[in-house]
Each structure stands twice: as structure tokens, then as C-alpha cells.
């Protein structure tokens, strides 16, 4: 198959920018860059492989369920079915957190609630070098990903286990979270891509899309250390209803993604130092 060829089988299927997954694609096949694409000559083998991906994106899988990977904060994250896949926006919180904690050095306790493929743990972890982190995953099926990715990327600084965040133990120095946010209504109209291949429990927030933050509302104040942030990602339209809930915490800020939406909330606990910090668990 032709990269021409790809390029109008992906068009004719609706893909946004056909010509240049379908040379991504041609990329990953050979095992070379993108610029080599149009000077590479495939063999018939890899010909054949890389029909059979074009019909998979033609089929609306995600490009990074094909390929397998997926880049977050400029790291390699491997993905694949039953895992959600980073986004770019996500990246929101991590920016974030190096903005309440200027400090890299500080030895910091993190914790990522449903932390998918592990991505905002690891790269908060690479940012804060001194940190320990524990990221909670409970469907079987997206924390082996989490696992891998932490053990390739970070090691034993980072944690995975596969609980729910119902079992975490503060108290925590940062915690992150991108619950699943969207309304139950709604999932079935986002793009095919995230509709009918990602899995939904990281994607449904129940009838008004605000479940997992009541949840979140209620245990945060018992896990966050005094002084403590957590950043929590919301999504378009939600930055009041879900601010009101969360009455414990201080709310310092909703920073913006770099479309301009409100995307991460982030929340700090007022209380005073009272005891000896527990374990990290
Ligand atoms: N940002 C994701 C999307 O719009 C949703 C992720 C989530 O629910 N946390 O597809």
C-alpha cells in the first residue's frame, strides 16, 4: 500500500489529518522518522502490515492503541486497549504543580487517584526527583500499563496499586487526580475513538458527570497533608458545580489548558500542622 493510498483510505473514513497519520503510521512500520517516509520503500511484508493498521485507523482506533504509545510531558508512554490514553491538556496539572511547589528538591508525597496509564504520577515524579508517589488503578485492565510504564520510566519511586483510591492513606503532600468526568448522556456522542474503544470507567462521572467529585470532596480532606494541593482535572463547563462542592479545602486557583479552558482545579488544605505526618500508604 502507497502512502497515497493510505492517505484516501484514512480521508474517505473522516480522519482529521490523513496525510500525516497515514505517514506516522508508514513511520512506525519501518521503524524510522517521519521525514524518511517519502524516501523509503517498504517491503512486501511491511506493505501488508501497514494496510492492515490504515484499516484499523480507518476504523476509528486510536492512533495510539495502534502504535502503542503514547507521548505525555515529553515521556514515552506505552498504552493499549482498556487503558485511557494521556492527553495534552492533562498536561495542565503537572504544570500546575510545579507552580505550588517551586521547590524540585522537596521530598514530596504524591498520590495519583485512578491513575490510568500512569501518567501524571510518572511525570510528576521525573519533576520531582526526591518524591515518592503511589498511584491507584482499579480496573485490571488499565493498571498492568500503569505498572509497566512506572517500572521503565521510574522505578521503585513510583507505586501501583491496583485499588481503589477508596484505599489510600494520607497523608499526601500533592494529589492529582483525572476522575472520570463526563456525563453518562454523553459518552456515546464524543468522537468514535474515545466512544467506542476507551474504557468508559475512566470516562463516565455519572448522570450530571460529578460523581467521582463528591467522592474526591469527601475524602480529600482526610488525605492531604496540612498545606497540602491537590490538582484535579475537570472538564468544559464544570469548574463552578465542581468548585461548590469541595467546602473543606481552600481553593487557590482553575488554570486554564492551552485552548483557554478551565481545566485544573486546584485546592489546598488550610489546616495546621497537628501531628507527626504517618507513613505514606
Ligand atoms: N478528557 C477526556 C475526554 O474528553 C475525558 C477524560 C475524563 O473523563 N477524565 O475524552
Not at 487557590?252 to 482545579?265: K, M, N, Q, Y
Request: charged fraction near 20%.
Amino acid at each position: 500500500m502507497t502512502l497515497d493510498e493510505a492517505t484516501r483510505q484514512l480521508a474517505d473514513a473522516g480522519i482529521d489529518n490523513p496525510r500525516a497519520e497515514a505517514r506516522l503510521l508508514l513511520a512506525h512500520v519501518l521503524g524510522i522518522s517521519r521525514d524518511q517516509t517519502l524516501t523509503t520503500q517498504p517491503t512486501p511484508d511491511q506493505s501488508a502490515r501497514y494496510a492492515d493498521l490504515i484499516t484499523r485507523r480507518a476504523g476509528h482506533e486510536p492512533f495510539a492503541y495502534i502504535t502503542g504509545r503514547k507521548e505525555f510531558w515529553s515521556l514515552d508512554f506505552e498504552v493499549g486497549p482498556g487503558v485511557l490514553v494521556p492527553r495534552p491538556d492533562t498536561e495542565t496539572l503537572i504544570e500546575e504543580a510545579l507552580r505550588v511547589v517551586p521547590d524540585r528538591t522537596a521530598r514530596l508525597r504524591i498520590a495519583d487517584l485512578g491513575t490510568g496509564s500512569g501518567a501524571i504520577l510518572i511525570a510528576a515524579l521525573k519533576e520531582f526527583p526526591n518524591a515518592h508517589g503511589i498511584g491507584f488503578e482499579s480496573s485490571p485492565e488499565a493498571h498492568p500499563w500503569a505498572s509497566a510504564n512506572a517500572a521503565r520510566l521510574i522505578g521503585t519511586r513510583a507505586q501501583i496499586r491496583p485499588d481503589d483510591w477508596a484505599a489510600a492513606q494520607g497523608p499526601f503532600d500533592l494529589i492529582f487526580s483525572n476522575p472520570p468526568y463526563i456525563p453518562s448522556g454523553e459518552i456515546e456522542s464524543l468522537m468514535p475513538e474515545v466512544a467506542a474503544s476507551e474504557p468508559h470507567a475512566a470516562l463516565d462521572g455519572g448522570a450530571d458527570g460529578l460523581a467521582a467529585y463528591r467522592n474526591l470532596a469527601e475524602l480529600l480532606p482526610g488525605l492531604l497533608a496540612p498545606g497540602g494541593h491537590a490538582l484535579l482535572e475537570i472538564g468544559l463547563g464544570q469548574a463552578q458545580s465542581m468548585a461548590s462542592l469541595f467546602s473543606g479545602l481552600e481553593m487557590l486557583r482553575i488554570a486554564p489548558d492551552l485552548s483557554g479552558i478551565p481545566r485544573c482545579v486546584i485546592l489546598r488544605n488550610p489546616k495546621e500542622i497537628l501531628g507527626k505526618p504517618g507513613p505514606i500508604g
